[in-house]
């Protein structure tokens, strides 16, 4: 494990301390090691979002019913609001009292 200038050593991965010059004081190394640990954050937040856009792409944005429904998305309409293509997972989410979905049955009376 070298100076500041040279990087030291946690948890056996090398933190380098470019920037530091000659600063060895504790100031310097502990700016690097938020560094170290938030590019390691960084990393596992875009992991976990790719995670997520696989298991639930929202690739639906068709904008008709009959583009919609001719991919894996559930046209879903509404008095309230404009009709719109939705993954099927948001589509089972949305009120049935309120919502209207192609492909989501309904729940039986």
Excluded at 16 to 34: A, D, P, R, V
């Amino acid at each position: 494990m070298g100076g500041c200038g040279n990087g030291f050593s946690v948890g056996g991965q090398v933190i380098k301390t470019e920037g530091c010059g000659n600063n060895l004081s504790n100031n310097c190394s502990n700016q690097k090691i938020i560094s170290n640990n938030q590019l390691v954050l960084n990393k596992q937040l875009n992991d976990l979002s790719n995670k997520i856009d696989k298991e639930t792409p929202d690739q639906c944005l068709y904008k008709d019913e009959e583009s919609c429904n001719n991919h894996d998305c559930s046209w879903c309409i509404s008095g309230a609001v404009e009709p719109a293509c939705n993954t099927l997972i948001s589509a089972v989410k949305l009120p049935s009292a309120v919502f209207t979905c192609s492909k989501v049955s309904s729940p039986s009376n």
